[in-house]
């Protein structure tokens, strides 16, 4: 994978009931909290547990 695809965020907030019109920090930083992963800041590391978890295949992340 290459890039951070926008439509899987869209999925995120559709599937959680975040709501889907906008993607924003504030969203990412709830993410960490429901979740339990610490809200006090966003990270790849992050964004990699969340694909093992929810099985949505961990390649289309990347640092750059």
Same mark, same amino acid.
């Given at each position: 994978?290459?890039?951070?695809?926008?439509?899987? %965020? +869209?999925v995120y907030n559709y599937v959680f009931g975040l709501?889907?019109?906008?993607i924003s920090l504030c969203r990412f930083f709830a993410y960490n909290y429901v %979740?339990?992963?610490g809200g006090s800041g966003?990270? +790849?590391?992050?964004?990699?547990v969340y694909n093992y978890? +929810?099985? #949505?295949?961990?390649?289309?992340?990347? #640092?750059?």
């Open positions: 994978g290459s890039q951070i695809s926008l439509h899987r %965020f +869209f709501g889907g019109s906008q %979740f339990g992963l966003i990270s +790849f590391r992050r964004f990699f978890v +929810f099985g #949505l295949d961990g390649s289309w992340i990347s #640092l750059r």
